[in-house]
C-alpha cells in the first residue's frame, strides 16, 4: 500500500479523507468484535441503509435509487424491509421516494457512516460511477467506506449496479483493502475486470433505470409548450461539461473564499473544487460549439424543434451555452429545461417524446430506450461506449475531444434519422436482454443477504424466475418480455 501511495501522490486532503475512513473502518472491526450487538432478528424488518449520490437533482442517480427501492421491495417484501437513503439535500430528493426514510450526508461522512452502519443490516452501495478517480475520490471513498463499514460489522455489503474505471493508486489500495468480503454487481465486464483484479467479488448486472416509468403528470407536450418548445419533430440535446473533473479538496482556496465571502464558478461544494484551468475551458468551448454546430445543422434541415435537457444540476452552464450558440442558427433560443426546476418524471417524459437524442449524459439514453428514442451518445468515458456497443451500435458512440465533432454530430443525426426504424427496433430488442440481467442480479442479491440471514421470511415467488425478481412493470415493457 505504502509504495502504491507513493507512486503517484494524491491531494494531501484526499490521503487524509481515505486515512481517516480506514480508521474508522479499523474501528469499526474493533468494535464488533469487543462490543455486543444486536444482529438482525426474526421478527423485526431487515434494515438497509442506501448510499449513492442522492439530493443533489442527478436525474440518473434518483431514478436508479427510485428502482432499486422498488426491486428491494419486491425481492424481500415491503412488511420484511425498512430501507433508509442518504442524501446530500433532502429538499432536493422529497417526494421521490415515497415511505422511505432520508437521512442526510455531512460534509464530514466519517464519522457519519460509523454511526448509521451501526443501526443498519447491511449496506447497498448505489452509484453507478462507483469505483472510479473520474469524477471525485471523495465519492468513492464514500463507497468504499461504507461498504467496508458493512463488512467489518459481518453484515450484508453490496454495490449495486456499479462501475469501475481508473484510480488513484491509495484509492485502489483503499478499495483492495477494504472491499474483499462485500458483493459488488457490476453493469459491465471491463468493471468486473477492474475489481477482481483488487481481490473484490463481483458479478453481473446491469443498471436498475431500465424499469422506471414516470408518475402520471402533465404530458411532454404540456410541458414542452409550457417551456417554449415550438411544436414539431423534437430534437432533445444533452450536453454536460466534460473538461472539469474530478473534483479536488483544496482546504486554503475554501478558507479564503468563505472568509470573503466570494463564490466562484469552478466551486462545487464544501472543500472542493473543479479541477478546471484556461485550457480546460478552452476544450469545453471547443466541445460547445462543435456540439451546437452539428445540431443546428441536422434542425434546419428537418425544421426540428429542439430543447436542451439538463440531467443535473451541474450541466446548466453547458445547457445554457449551448442553448445560446443554436440562438443565432435555429432563429430563436431553444429553452433549457433542467432538472433543478424539473423532477426526474417530468424530465423522462420529455425525454421519451423525442424524435432524435443526442446526450453526454448515459441515464438519458437509457431512460429514452424503452420508447425507441434513437440515440447519438457523445461521451467523456467508457459509460455510453459500454451501453451502444453492447447494442451493436458502436458507430453511434463520438468522444467530446474529437477534433471533428461538429461534422461527426451532423453526419451521426443524419444516419440516426436515416436508420430511425432499424436503431429503434436494435435499442427495444436490447431490452430484455437488460431486464433479464435486473432480474438476475436480483436473484444475486437475494442470496447473497440469506447467506449472512438465513432466517428472513421468504416471500412466495418461484426462485428460479427471474422475472419474479424485477419491480412491477409497465405495460410498455411488460409487453417486451411476453
Not at 451493436?392 to 458512440?397: A, S
Amino acid at each position: 500500500m505504502l509504495e502504491d501511495l507513493l507512486s503517484r501522490p494524491p491531494a494531501l486532503p484526499d490521503l487524509a479523507l481515505e486515512a481517516a475512513m480506514a480508521a474508522a473502518i479499523e474501528a469499526s472491526r474493533v468494535r464488533h468484535a469487543l462490543a455486543d450487538h444486536a444482529p438482525w432478528a426474526p421478527g423485526r424488518p431487515l434494515k438497509l441503509l442506501l448510499v449513492g449520490y442522492v439530493g443533489t437533482r442527478n436525474t440518473g442517480a434518483d431514478v436508479r435509487v427510485a428502482e432499486m427501492l422498488r426491486q428491494l421491495a419486491t425481492i424481500f417484501g415491503d412488511d420484511h424491509l425498512e430501507a433508509t437513503v442518504v442524501t446530500s439535500d433532502a429538499r432536493l430528493s422529497a417526494g421521490y421516494f415515497p415511505g422511505v426514510r432520508q437521512v442526510k450526508l455531512p460534509d464530514l461522512f466519517v464519522p457519519f457512516l460509523y454511526q448509521e452502519t451501526l443501526r443498519h443490516d447491511g449496506v447497498v452501495a448505489c452509484e453507478g460511477s462507483m469505483f472510479k478517480s473520474t469524477f471525485a475520490n471523495a465519492l468513492t471513498t464514500l463507497m468504499t467506506g461504507a461498504l467496508g463499514m458493512a463488512v467489518s460489522q459481518n453484515k450484508v455489503a453490496v454495490g449495486y449496479g456499479a462501475e469501475a474505471g481508473d484510480m488513484d493508486p491509495a484509492l485502489r489500495a483503499l478499495v483492495a483493502r477494504y472491499c474483499r468480503g462485500a458483493l459488488v454487481v457490476c453493469r459491465n465486464d471491463p468493471s468486473r475486470e477492474v475489481l477482481e483484479g483488487l481481490g473484490v467479488r463481483t458479478a453481473p448486472g446491469t443498471d436498475t433505470a431500465w424499469t422506471f416509468e414516470p408518475d402520471p403528470g402533465p404530458d411532454a407536450a404540456e410541458t414542452l409548450a409550457a417551456a417554449g418548445v415550438a411544436p414539431g419533430p423534437l430534437l432533445v440535446a444533452c450536453p454536460i461539461n466534460p473538461f472539469w473533473w474530478p473534483v479536488r479538496p483544496q482546504v486554503g482556496r475554501a478558507l479564503v473564499d468563505r472568509l470573503l465571502g466570494r463564490a466562484t464558478g469552478t466551486h462545487y461544494r464544501s472543500l472542493y473544487y473543479h479541477d478546471y484551468g484556461a485550457a480546460d475551458r478552452a476544450r469545453f468551448e471547443a466541445y460547445l460549439d462543435a456540439f451546437a454546430d452539428g445540431v443546428a445543422r441536422f434542425a434546419r434541415t428537418r425544421r426540428a424543434a429542439v430543447a436542451v435537457v439538463g440531467m443535473e444540476r451541474l450541466d446548466r452552464e453547458a445547457c445554457d451555452g449551448l442553448a445560446a450558440r443554436l440562438e443565432g442558427p435555429l432563429g430563436g433560443r431553444p429553452p433549457v429545461l433542467g432538472s433543478g426546476e424539473h423532477d426526474m418524471h417530468a424530465l423522462v417524459r420529455v425525454l421519451r417524446h423525442a424524435r432524435w437524442l443526442v446526450s453526454s449524459r448515459y441515464h438519458a439514453i437509457v431512460c429514452s430506450t424503452s420508447a425507441g428514442v434513437p440515440a447519438l451518445g457523445v461521451t467523456m468515458d467508457e459509460r455510453i461506449a459500454n451501453l451502444l456497443e453492447e447494442r451493436g451500435q458502436g458507430h453511434l458512440v463520438l468522444r467530446t475531444d474529437d477534433p471533428d465533432l461538429a461534422e461527426r454530430v451532423a453526419h451521426g443525426l443524419e444516419r440516426l434519422d436515416r436508420d430511425r426504424e432499424r436503431v429503434s427496433g436494435e435499442s427495444l430488442a436490447s431490452l430484455p436482454r437488460q431486464l433479464e440481467a435486473m432480474g438476475r442480479m436480483g436473484q444475486t442479491l437475494e442470496r447473497h443477504v440469506r447467506a449472512r440471514y438465513p432466517d428472513l421470511p421468504r416471500v412466495a415467488r418461484r426462485d428460479d424466475d427471474w422475472r419474479a425478481y424485477l419491480p412491477p412493470l409497465s405495460p410498455r415493457l411488460a409487453t417486451l418480455l411476453t
